[in-house]
């Protein structure tokens, strides 16, 4: 066994995106493009030596292969010690739960989340600092400098782990810790939540149907849901995580899980419906003919937080993405607690825990999420909502349509345009923000702007400036259109519009939410060309 260093050269386009480095496999295959990164990293952080790393993925194909380099680099680079998941497997919350659990220096976490897998598809690298959070873009941004500059990296030649079984081994003196993927975190969750009371539900014949979309939540649910919980076997269907995810895409919305929707709209539908994506940070959650906008599910879970275990002495605050519905700002308006607006990304919120600001956080795009760890968390969320129906005896359809009575409601939709070409998308936004300063003031029926901006974002823990973090479009109502481009995709460019309205009436609160946004969705094509300038006359993805 000996440590080599092998010469390299920078690779172009090493950049992080909303949520890592993301790739098809294919390009992750070629020679030194995985070292590369995985060396900027650890270029990046400062006195990792003797330092704890922990390691895992969601299963997708090339996770084995790339796991076996990284454990390979780390012990070259002077870890201390790699806690890996068995198989090497851990979903992207139980990496956050781990790394904070056995203060571990940082973390690795290998997915594309919610793209889609396979030899074909793609893979994904993240890197997450000690709180268990996503890295900071001061760190991503050194990581994608290192990487364009890079000579060479370290690697020992030892031969594959053997990740099957639950043990320590070494390599070049790093200790290689194989540790069980699910117990670590299903120990949190025993924690903050009433397990007796969701017990009890099951066991009065309450049924759930559980999608894991063939993604790395399926034995973490099967162990909680059905383990733990006794929820009856076959709860949890789709729970045996496939390389290419069975051929779909893992991404819990009313799209690409709509096999979940169909059953729940059928006649014979379970009580409960929740569905999780490619690194189970994801969730979804569905009544009988009714799928909760994401946005409504982080406001109904902080209004209703005091009602759970975990969060009984009330919540400090709440935080949102920019584009997610200001359904919780109803919220915590009257709880008086403060409500923060983030950038997209979940890198954003980190801060606002650590600083003790907020409790609970989320994002339209299926995220939501607590400081009991620094990740969204899919299963955590629908482990929420279990207790709640426990606790309270209601239904999804009554927490919501109660929810609205109460604070109004908010009508959301996102329209995604995918496959777009780079160029032209990023014509289409430069065009809008050079119309930015005429909006204000423009009238479009009833529909009045008052403001158009470039969402800028300071953070108010440390100060650091993010900009262009979207196109915002906002009028005199409170209504908003939203316009950014995508930065997880691999190919192309996806151009994401985001609508937004608030209806206080209790009589219009049960209209079909592309229909109550009919006249937002008419003002964002002509305002941005999106005809002119893609050539699509419609979104490919409407959630
Ligand atoms: C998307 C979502 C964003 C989310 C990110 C990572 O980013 O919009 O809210 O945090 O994916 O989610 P973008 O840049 O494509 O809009 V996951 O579950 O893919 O890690
Ligand atoms: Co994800």
Redesign the pocket.
């Known amino acids: 066994m000996s440590i080599q260093t092998i010469s390299t050269i920078p690779v172009a386009g090493q950049e992080p995106?909303?949520?890592?480095l993301r790739k098809k496999v294919t390009v992750f295959q070629q020679p030194h493009y995985l070292e590369n990164f995985v060396q900027s990293i650890f270029d990046s952080l400062d006195g990792l030596s003797g330092q704890t790393l922990v390691l895992g993925g969601d299963g997708r194909y090339y996770n084995p292969v790339a796991i076996q380099t990284i454990l390979r680099m780390a012990a070259a680079n002077g870890w201390g010690r790699v806690l890996v998941g068995q198989h090497g497997i851990l979903s992207?919350p139980a990496v956050s739960c781990i790394i904070r659990k056995y203060e571990a220096y940082g973390g690795i976490v290998l997915?594309?989340?919610?793209?889609p897998g396979g030899p074909d598809g793609d893979f994904g690298i993240?890197y997450n600092i000690r709180n268990g959070g996503p890295a900071p873009e001061k760190i991503t941004e050194a990581i994608y400098a290192r990487s364009q500059v890079i000579t060479g990296y370290c690697i020992s030649d030892a031969p594959d782990v053997d990740l099957s079984r639950i043990g320590t081994t070494e390599m070049e003196g790093m200790k290689i810790e194989v540790i069980d993927s699910v117990s670590d975190y299903a120990g949190l969750m025993q924690s903050l939540f009433d397990f007796d009371a969701i017990r009890s539900l099951f066991s009065g014949g309450f049924t759930m149907r559980f999608d894991a979309m063939h993604a790395v939540c399926g034995p973490y649910a099967t162990r909680i849901i059905e383990g733990e919980l006794g929820a009856p076997e076959g709860t949890v269907v789709n729970a045996v995580p496939l390389e290419d995810f069975g051929g779909h895409h893992p991404?819990p919305n009313p799209v690409n899980a709509h096999e979940l929707i169909e059953i729940m709209n059928g006649s014979d539908a379970p009580d409960f419906g929740a569905a999780t994506?490619?690194?189970a940070?994801?969730n979804m959650i569905v009544g009988r003919h009714f799928a909760v906008s994401p946005s409504d599910s982080l406001a109904i879970l902080a209004a209703n937080a005091t009602r759970i275990p975990g969060y009984s002495k009330g919540i400090a605050g709440i935080a949102r993405?920019m584009?997610t519905s200001t359904a919780a700002d109803h919220v915590a308006a009257v709880l008086k607690v403060p409500c923060y607006e983030t950038p997209?990304?979940?890198k954003f919120f980190g801060n606002l825990m650590d600083a003790g600001k907020i409790s609970l956080c989320g994002?339209?795009?299926?995220?939501t999420s607590s400081s009991h760890i620094r990740e969204?968390d899919g299963l955590w969320a629908i482990l929420f909502w279990l207790n709640l129906i426990a606790a309270t005896g209601k239904s999804v359809n009554a927490l919501a349509a109660e929810h609205w009575s109460r604070y109004g409601r908010n009508y959301y939709s996102r329209h995604d345009y995918e496959h777009v070409d780079a160029e032209r998308a990023n014509t289409l936004i430069t065009d809008l923000r050079k119309k930015l300063p005429s909006l204000a003031g423009m009238r479009f029926g009833s529909n009045v702007i008052e403001r158009a901006d470039d969402f800028s974002y300071t953070d108010p823990v440390d100060g650091s400036v993010s900009e262009k973090q979207g196109i915002r479009i906002l009028f005199a109502d409170g209504s908003r259109i939203i316009f950014?481009?995508?930065?997880?995709?691999t190919v192309g460019a996806?151009l994401?519009v985001y609508f937004d309205r608030y209806e206080s009436d209790k009589n219009m609160h049960d209209l079909d939410p592309q229909a109550a946004l009919a006249d937002l969705i008419g003002i964002a094509s002509e305002t941005a060309g999106i005809l002119e300038h893609t050539g699509m006359k419609s979104p490919t993805v409407i959630t």
């Open positions: 995106g909303t949520s890592g992207t997915s594309a989340s919610h793209n993240k991404d994506d490619g690194d940070d994801r993405s584009p997209t990304g979940w994002e339209e795009s299926y995220g969204k950014r481009l995508s930065g997880t995709g996806t994401r």
